[in-house]
């Protein structure tokens, strides 16, 4: 049972525009979102995340909105650059933090 | 920022043969880590998660005795993989928490390519 989905697998987004990664969650429970970057034979490295009581987040060229009623949340980036050409992975967690529940990815790739 | 070094980073071994991959925080003490495997073009699935001096929580799926998790120090963990054969190859990563407050993300090591021959 896939808690958290990332509908798109792929994502390609010109350099300087804006890159919008979707990712949707089935557990109202889930109090902590967090989007993740991978690079090949990398582990993920965390990008920004969102506590529940809020509905937007900016660290920079970085945005994650939080949509609770819909269960859904974002995350932008803006400009995008070749560098942030990667696997993106959302992930969610209850309060306890004793598990973390990722999506699939979405492998974005911006294009210069 | 909180380091994790996984370790090995590659390993291809014979059929039959037990792996054990080290996890270690290296300049934090992990009170939580996490044992993930990916498939490719899938999502990281959890394993398990280990508490310094605790026996693991194994997901529902995940044979504990095939998976052999050891968490005895603040900043290692091992997971082994016992009798391992070709369809235990895959992608394992492990991640630690520093603590459980707010905003405290996971830091993921560089995960480990087990191939079994």
């Known amino acids: 049972d896939q808690q958290v989905k990332q509908n798109s697998p792929s994502l390609s987004v010109q350099e300087g525009r804006i890159s919008i990664l979707n990712c949707d969650y089935t557990n109202s429970m889930f109090d902590y979102f967090l989007w993740y970057k991978k690079y090949p034979a990398e582990g993920p490295t965390f990008l920004i995340s969102?506590?529940?009581?809020?509905d937007k987040n900016e660290d920079g060229r970085f945005t994650v909105f939080l949509n609770k009623s819909a269960k859904h949340l974002s995350l932008h980036i803006v400009p995008s650059q070749p560098g942030d050409s990667a696997v993106y992975f959302c992930?969610?967690?209850?309060?306890?933090?004793?598990?973390?529940?990722f999506g699939s990815g979405t492998k974005l790739n911006v294009k210069p | 920022g909180a380091v994790v070094s996984q370790h090995p980073s590659w390993v291809i071994c014979k059929s039959g043969t037990s792996v054990k991959i080290e996890c270690r925080s290296l300049?934090?003490?992990?009170?939580?880590m996490f044992w993930y495997r990916q498939f490719p073009k899938q999502s990281l699935m959890l394993m398990a998660t280990?508490?310094?001096?605790?026996?693991?929580?194994?997901e529902q799926g995940v044979e504990k005795d095939k998976f052999l998790i050891n968490h005895a120090s603040l900043t290692l963990s091992t997971l082994t993989v016992t009798s391992a054969h070709p369809e235990d190859s895959s992608f394992y990563i492990c991640s630690a928490l520093t603590d459980t407050g707010w905003n405290q993300p996971q830091h993921f090591g560089d995960g480990t390519r087990l191939s079994i021959l």
């Open positions: 992930a969610a967690s209850g309060m306890d933090f004793n598990k973390f529940y």
């Open positions: 969102i506590s529940s009581i809020k």
């Open positions: 280990s508490n310094e001096g605790s026996k693991a929580t194994y």
């Open positions: 300049d934090f003490q992990a009170t939580t």
